[in-house]
């Protein structure tokens, strides 16, 4: 697979220092470049944009965990689920419609933004 390797590097500088600026995750934001500036397969994007989300977010829960920001029984419900859901979602998302993976996919970033949006006017 081949893609504008320099616009790539330029685009992910710009999402990481507005996603800095705005304390949001850049996920939303990396998905639809990866679609439609970098021409990324749907399922290729699905999964960079998990492992982009997976490494970034590290620093960041080090950091609410050593100052104290976590409330842990959540915390352990959440992991709890995910470990047991992620295989479960990868499992179907193999067999799944590209289509509908695109569908299911404008959804979610949708919510995002528009909870995004709320939380910034509200």
Known sequence: MTFNKPLAVILALIVGIGSGIVGAAGGFLLVPIMLTVLHIPTRMTIATSLAVTFISSIGS??????????????????????????????????????????????????????????????
């Open 61 to 122: 829960s080090a950091g609410k965990l050593i100052t104290g920001q976590v409330d842990y029984l959540p915390a352990i419900i959440m992991i709890i689920a995910s470990l047991i859901a992620a295989p479960l979602g990868a499992k179907a998302g193999k067999t799944m419609n590209t289509k509908v993976l695109q569908f299911i996919l404008a959804i979610m970033i949708a919510g995002t933004a528009i909870k995004i949006w709320m939380d910034i006017l509200i």
